[in-house]
């Protein structure tokens, strides 16, 4: 009888400290996929047109990937003493252990070849476990209430577990990792171009730290699996098991869902900004501000803002709707992109402030769809029952996954070319690069802060459309198919 009410456990902070503590595990993980590009680029000197052409390739692999661990999670029916989604998260939690390191093996003195080889077979174990962990995990949100607003309040919890594991890191570890440069007689060592301090990547201590944060992540995880209550049952739903999946068949059917689309839209454009941006930002903070061991403190302090919005979510979305909010602050964030975008045009001495400010709007701007983001698929995996009378959690949000990954690897993979145009040589380090390159830089990093507005507010605003008033139609009449199923 204790077990029974144990797991019928009414939804409180429990569930909700634990569903953060999961996103927290993911992100242990996931926010190094910045350091990813830079550590190839920099400490294993990978020219840029052939790293961009290995991220290409590991995106084949997520094509595959994504999808099928979906489907094959939509269709498992076994029976399992932790649950399902639990087993999964915790095969991947425990393979992200190993997976994380392996992807920073610091050989840089091997063959161009072998870096090759250790770049795509260490990507394809770190994402192949990235994707048994995060799918479930992702999908589970719709399977611990039913509830709208305690979907939403699931939502920001897990924004903030995913921002404490990225703004931890990213504020730790380029203090760590980066070391400033100096002549034999104890003076600066200084690019004669540009006048900044040469700093170098540290690629030792990136293996030592991917480590120590799989440890941390694995904790995490632990924590949320057995702390969290999973209250619907999650083999009652129909799914893939009755045909063969088909993986332009659930293609075909993601691009139906609307709202799944201009979600998926959304979260893409936030990563261009993110993570395809990040390379160049660190490129650009090592040489044109000389700040590489202070740019994730720089970097973090623009994304604090989306911390102001959390205590006050739930009413603004009960008030507004997700939607309607969301796409409030994506205007915010397009203000943000213009000034970021025109910040290289600034003195040198008031640039960095310029950019901060273009920034922290930016980050505001971002602070309610954060919130709200995973609450956003959450619907858009009920919009799929009510227009097509079919669940399809784990494909649904595996898809969503893809293309996700597809902006966070495609993305760095087609800025690591654009640098490469704009003259960065990877031979010659951070501290070789010319005035001009160091300048483009600037350039590129604005712009893609700036499209990533732009492909924002497309999504939220023109292609979902889940506003306020459809969301109750929809909840109303769910609700009501499921009683008369009963």
Known sequence: ???????????????KLAYAAGDLGCNMSFSLKNT??????????????????????????????????????????????????????????????VGGAAVFLPFPNASVVVKAILFIVGYIIW???????????GSMLSLVTEDAGERAQLSTWRSIGSMIGNILPGMILPALIWKKEFNADGTPMINEETGVQVETLLGDRVF????????????????????ITIRVNENSVKTNDVEKFNV??????????????????????????????????TIMFATYFG???????????????????????KKIVDKHGKKEA?????????????IMLIFPMVPK???????????????????????????????????????????????????????RKLAQGVGPSVVLFIMGLLGYVSDLGTGGQSAETVYNMCWLAGGLYMFSAIVQFIGLSVVYNLDKKTMETMNAELAERRKSAE
């Open 349 to 403: 001495s008031a640039a960095l402030i310029v950019y901060m400010i273009g920034l922290t709007l930016f980050g505001m701007g971002m602070g309610v769809y954060t919130c709200v983001s995973w609450a956003l698929m959450a619907d858009a995996i009920d919009y799929s029952e009510w227009k097509f009378g079919k669940r399809e959690e784990g494909t649904v949000y595996s898809l969503h996954s893809f293309f």
């Open 1 to 15: 009888m204790e077990t029974k009410e144990k797991r019928i456990r009414p939804f409180g902070i429990r569930d």
């Open 127 to 137: 994402d192949a476990f990235y994707t048994i962990a995060n799918v479930p995990y």
């Open 291 to 313: 700040m590489a061991q202070l740019s994730g403190v720089v970097q973090m302090i623009g994304f604090v803002p989306m911390f102001f919005f959390m205590p006050f979510i």
């Open 326 to 338: 969301s796409v409030a602050g994506t205007i915010v964030s397009l203000v943000g992109g213009v």
């Open 208 to 227: 030592i730290a991917a480590l120590i944060m799989g440890v941390l992540g694995l904790a995490a995880f632990l924590f949320m699996i057995k702390t």
């Open 248 to 281: 332009f068949k659930a293609f075909g059917n993601f691009m139906k869902n609307r709202p799944a689309v201009g979600a998926t839209m959304a979260a893409m454009g936030m990563f261009l900004g993110m993570n395809a941006a990040g390379t160049a930002v």
């Open 36 to 97: 990813v590009q830079t550590f190839w680029l920099v400490y294993m000197a990978l020219e840029t047109g052939l790293l961009s052409i290995l991220l290409l390739i590991v995106q084949i692999w997520d094509a595959v990937n994504d999808p099928m661990i979906g489907a094959m999670i939509d269709a498992d029916r076994r029976q399992y003493k932790r649950g399902k989604f639990k087993t999964y998260i915790l095969i991947g939690a425990i393979g992200l252990l």
